[in-house]
């Protein structure tokens, strides 16, 4: 929902890293702590089983923000945005892609996926809570004092319950919320004007976020303290996000129509793939002193990358005769590709420009038409600014 900052590393799915900011952590335990009090009284247990159930149902309620995140993240990959990981931080998760989408077909597909992922997770509770509970489901996911509930009951009912909630809450059309991004890619399609749609989905999150804060405020005052606070916290952080989204709108209508065509290096220097291995050491990486160059075949296509110490490796082992296309980093030539039409809006974001510094822009047949730098977009982005006077 929110951006992050660094983060550890708790695992991969599906090549997608999930880490975890410290701040996570800390409502981790808060959490567990709180929902430990909470089962005690639903259960009339032990402490020690009240304690292992609000283990059990925070691990399982971050596991499915994970899943929610992946939903995202997984047709976010399928539409062509790489994906460079999931965080949990003190507000929930957020899957970091490369780019912004590029459309409101895009934008909606993305947003509405995380959503649907958490729906199922709470259909799939409740249709277990109603296939093993001798009481109605909603008796049981309320925890209603009336019906007899067991710890696999109180699970399945907290991770119906709290999901659901989830799903309601990301649902509001307020930025950055998930449904404010289905309102964006919306006005976005109605109105075929990016920057407006953002601003109205700002507009909307900033009211909701004020909203929240009031709430915040009276309900630690007159209810609970700790949640109050949190939701005002909260709605601090929602109306900040709303704000900058708001503000970025003014920049992007300046660079509006630039692409990468326009900024690109229209020559740049490239290697051919039947080069030989002690050519291409005195031609290229003596003469110009670089640690890699893009490898082209006879038609100009772009082939992936070739490093110095690769070329190293094998003059080193007696191979000079060897040609370029055999040291080629072709499995990797995806992550170097952008297309000449790529606005320099999606470009400022784009985490493997930031990586790598540089991108091949590649035309539909695959030719290497330039090379857009990292100096470049920072050179187009400051003739953008406005000029003091």
Request: glycine share 8%.
């Amino acid at each position: 929902m929110f951006a992050s900052g660094s983060s550890i590393q708790l695992a991969r799915i599906f090549g997608i890293r999930i880490g975890a900011s410290p701040s996570w952590f800390v409502v981790l335990f808060v959490f567990i702590y709180l929902m430990s009090d909470t089962f005690q009284r639903v259960l009339d247990g032990s402490s020690t089983q009240a304690y292992l159930v609000a283990v059990a149902a925070v691990t399982l309620f971050f596991t499915s923000i994970v899943l929610h995140e992946l939903g995202h993240a997984i047709v976010a990959q399928r539409l062509g945005i790489t994906i460079s990981g999931i965080d949990l931080w003190f507000f929930g998760g957020v899957a970091r892609m490369s780019s912004d989408s590029d459309s409101p077909g895009t934008e909606l597909k993305i947003a509405i996926a995380g959503p649907l992922v958490t729906l199922g997770v709470v259909g799939i509770c409740t249709a277990l809570v109603a296939a093993i509970s001798k009481d109605p489901a909603l008796h049981v996911i309320l925890f209603y004092n009336s019906v007899d509930i067991s710890p696999a009951l109180a699970l399945l009912g907290f991770l119906a319950s709290i999901n659901a909630v989830v799903f309601v809450f990301n649902m509001v059309p307020a930025f950055p919320l998930d449904g404010g991004r289905i309102a964006r890619a919306i006005v976005w399609r109605l109105t075929g004007d990016r920057n407006r749609s953002t601003r109205v989905a700002g507009r909307i999150g900033e009211g909701f976020a004020y909203l929240l804060i009031g709430f915040g405020v009276f309900h630690a005052v007159r209810v609970h303290p700790l949640n109050g606070i949190w939701l005002a916290v909260l709605g601090l952080f929602i109306a900040q996000a709303a704000r900058s989204a708001i503000a970025s709108t003014a920049f992007t209508e300046r660079i509006d129509g630039i692409t990468a065509a326009d900024i690109m290096d229209s020559e740049p220097v490239t290697m051919p793939a039947d080069l030989p291995l002690s050519r291409a050491e005195d031609e290229f990486f003596l003469r110009y002193g670089w640690a890699w160059f893009p490898a082209v075949d006879e038609r100009g296509r772009f082939l992936g990358i070739v490093r110095q110490d690769a070329v190293d490796e094998q003059m080193a082992a007696g191979r000079p005769a060897l040609e370029v296309a055999e040291v080629v980093e072709i499995g990797d030539a995806d992550g170097w590709r952008v297309d000449s039409d790529r606005p320099l809006e999606t470009l400022l974001g784009d985490e493997r420009l930031r990586d790598r510094r540089a991108l091949m822009v590649v035309d539909p047949e695959g030719v290497l038409r330039g090379v857009v730098t990292i100096e470049q977009v920072g050179r187009a982005v400051t003739a953008a600014l406005p000029r003091s006077a």
